[in-house]
Every structure is written in structure tokens, then in C-alpha cells.
């Protein structure tokens, strides 16, 4: 729709950008407890989200639209931080134990 | 390309979800609540440029906020048993 270069540069950002997020995704459901799944959710919600912005900001050139993608983005990596450090804390103050060590069966 | 992205978030959503069902704990599940929020800030945005609809982000600013103090209030409603505990009262421990 737009100029062939801002379709060359945005492509791998979205792509790259939807990669991380699937992966940030993906380890919100296959870590072990809930400091582990934090760990993985800010992945996508930083690097992944970001990727995708930045891919969207080129994508619509340097308009209004890129102004409020920008605003998204310091949004999203202002907001992020905070929620997960929040739910970290009340989670440490009801008394949850990060699992420090995998009791696996050869016992290491 | 959008269509991509629009997928890559949909699944997202979908394993949030998954984890929000299962999660043991509520930490678990405020986790995904706020994961499906930032999601759904990116598929507003994905779907605003697929459907050449600016305005959509606008709201996903507002969703954002709102998920952010949504998040909060679920986190002190279950730290204090409710919401309108004041931390000066008893001299906040934390």
C-alpha cells in the first residue's frame, strides 16, 4: 500500500515481532511457576510488542498514526513493568516460593 | 503481513487464555489477565492498520490504561481483602 522501501523495512520487523510474541506466549504456558511466566510474558511484551510497533510505525511514515503508535509504545513499556512487578510483590507477600531448584528425578 | 501479526496475536490470546483456565494460582491468572490486555492493545492496533481505521488505537491507549488499573485494584483487593483499605490507618507493614 505504501512505498516498496517501508514494505522492505517492516516486513521482518512484524515478522521478527510476531515470532517473539508467539514465543513470549508460548512461555507463559509452559513455564514452571508464576515468577518463571512473568519472566516470559515481559519478553513479548517488550522486545515482541515492540518489534511489531516499530514495524507498524514504518509502515504508516511519519503521520499522526506513527505519533499514537509511539504513545502505545511508551505505554506499553511504562505499564508493563509495573503490573508484573505488582503482581511479583503480592505474590512474594502471599507467601509464594519461586521454585529455585527442579527436583528431577536424578535428583540434581 | 498485518495478517501475520493479527495471527501471532490471536495465538497469544489463546495461550493466555489457556493459562489463565489452568493457572493454580490467582497470580497466574492476573498474569494472563494482563497479557490478553497488552495483546488486545496490538490487535487493535493490527487490525486498525488492516481495515485503514486509525482510531483504533485510541482505544487501545485507553485499554491500556485500564488494564494497567484493573490489575492493580485485582492485586489490592486480594493483598488487604478490600478495596477501600487505607495503608495509613495501621501504619502499612510493606
Do not use: C
Not at chain 2, 66 to 78: D, E
Amino acid at each position: 500500500m505504501s512505498s516498496l522501501a517501508a514494505d522492505i523495512i517492516s516486513w521482518p520487523l512484524i515478522v521478527a515481532g510476531s515470532a517473539l510474541y508467539v514465543i513470549g506466549a508460548l512461555g507463559l504456558l509452559r513455564m514452571p511457576d508464576v515468577f518463571t511466566r512473568m519472566h516470559a510474558t515481559s519478553v513479548s511484551d517488550t522486545l515482541g510488542a515492540g518489534l511489531l510497533l516499530a514495524g507498524m510505525m514504518v509502515q504508516a511514515g511519519f503521520s499522526l498514526v506513527s505519533a499514537k503508535l509511539a504513545v502505545v509504545l511508551l505505554l506499553l513499556l511504562y505499564t508493563g513493568p509495573v503490573a508484573t512487578h505488582a503482581i511479583a510483590r503480592a505474590a512474594r507477600y502471599a507467601g509464594l516460593e519461586p521454585q529455585l531448584h527442579v527436583d528431577k528425578e536424578d535428583g540434581s | 503481513m498485518f495478517e501475520i501479526a493479527a495471527v501471532a496475536v490471536v495465538i497469544a490470546h489463546v495461550f493466555a487464555v489457556i493459562r489463565a483456565l489452568r493457572g493454580p494460582t490467582v497470580f497466574d491468572r492476573l498474569l494472563a489477565g494482563n497479557t490478553i490486555g497488552t495483546a488486545a492493545i496490538l490487535l487493535l492496533a493490527v487490525v486498525g492498520f488492516l481495515t485503514g481505521r486509525p482510531e483504533f488505537l485510541d482505544i487501545g491507549i485507553t485499554y491500556g490504561l485500564l488494564n494497567l488499573i484493573g490489575t492493580l485494584a485485582v492485586l489490592k483487593f486480594f493483598r488487604f481483602g478490600d478495596l477501600s483499605h487505607d495503608a495509613q490507618e495501621e501504619g502499612a507493614e510493606l
